[in-house]
């Protein structure tokens, strides 16, 4: 990049996942690297970046509406839309006048790129639009140096390939990609360098982490090794399907001392008949005995969950299931998230 577009301001700003704000920061420290300089989103920028969710219908109305916010107080500015909404309903992104680029999630530090190139040519006639299929994609190559305070997220995997009925994440993320144990190590090692004492794993479905390495890696592995990694002395992890709760692995990062004992768990009902129309893989007694499991290795565990009320045809009675359920699993805290419709 030229001495010139050292000039260039941008800002970023993220809606949804933990997943996201992880993508934001490299998208971030990418366009440092080119030499723009990074402002608060209140701040009149050459460059907006809006990095998006889908996860629910409300998700897509924000990240439309920011949209719009963005453009009409900044109408001179390159607006650039990624993340999953983007991936999901690209072309009502470029059909919103003002948006100058629609980048999906197959690459997203592509939004660097093409923003370099924008700040030569200036806004274009009709936005960009790149938004390859997801089929066969990889696992990005992507990785932060920056951190809040002395924690840091770190992206493991991304995809997911459940068919839950409620949700349209997979079409947005594609198939499950982990990234390489070595690949994290360096990452994480560069954070405990720099200050970071906490690494948080992250992913779109964390645990299904090495699921497609053919057993060549998985979560309890890579969690033992950054155990022995200098510097780092608390692991936590995201948002965990129940069944990873297994005995085998909680047998094995148990003994690990660095590992926090905070879990949370995508629950989504504590109703078996729920749960058989949400297509998820367990019931609630076996829900149960998972979280009984991970009191049983960590006794000072502090459990939360995720809960979906009004799912279609659910019950005063399936509802009160639920509501009996997470009484008996005592969680500390709940995301509660009314059902929300969406197309297919």
């Known amino acids: 990049m030229s001495s010139t577009k050292q000039t260039f301001t941008f800002a970023a700003l993220t809606l949804g996942c933990k997943v996201n704000q992880y993508e934001t920061e490299a998208i971030c420290e990418a366009l440092e690297a080119m030499g723009f300089t990074q402002l608060p989103s209140h701040k ?26 963005l453009i009409q107080k900044n109408p001179d500015a390159i607006v650039m839309i990624t993340g999953c909404s983007a991936q999901a309903h690209a072309e009502a992104f470029a059909a919103i006048e003002g948006v100058s680029a629609v980048v999906g999630n197959r690459e997203k530090l592509r939004v660097a790129e093409i923003a370099c190139a924008l700040m030569e040519t200036g806004k274009p006639q009709t936005p960009i639009v790149e938004v390859p299929s997801l089929d066969g994609a990889g696992f990005e190559s992507m990785s932060i140096t920056r951190f809040a305070r002395a924690r840091a997220y770190v992206k493991i995997q ?8 409620y949700c349209t994440i997979p079409a947005a993320r594609g198939k499950i990609r982990s990234k390489k144990p070595a690949d994290v190590l360096t990452e994480a090692a560069a954070l405990a360098k720099a200050g970071c004492r906490e690494i948080i794993l992250t992913g779109i479905e964390t645990a299904a982490y090495g699921r497609d390495s053919g057993g060549g890696f998985n979560l309890a592995g890579l969690m033992t090794q950054l155990n022995d990694l200098p510097g780092v002395e608390r692991i936590g992890l995201g948002s965990l399907e129940p069944t990873l709760m297994r005995e085998r692995f909680l047998s094995e990062i148990a003994p690990l001392k660095t590992v926090l004992p905070h879990f949370h768990i995508s629950l989504q009902s504590g109703s078996s008949s729920v ?13 149960m005995e998972f979280i009984r499991a991970v009191r049983e290795y960590f006794p000072q565990a502090m459990l939360t969950a995720d809960v979906i009320v009004g799912f279609p045809g659910e019950t005063e009675t399936e509802f009160e299931e639920t509501m009996a359920f997470c009484r008996e699993a005592q969680l500390l805290h709940l995301h509660i998230f009314p059902y929300s419709i969406r197309r297919g």
């Open 44 to 69: 009149p920028c050459d460059l907006y970046i809006l990095n998006t969710c889908t996860v629910t219908a409300e998700s897509d109305r924000k990240s439309r509406q920011m949209t719009r916010r």
């Open 275 to 287: 749960l058989k129309r949400m297509r998820r893989p367990y019931n609630a007694a076996q829900a």
């Open 158 to 165: 991304d995809g997911c390939e459940s068919k839950c009925t």
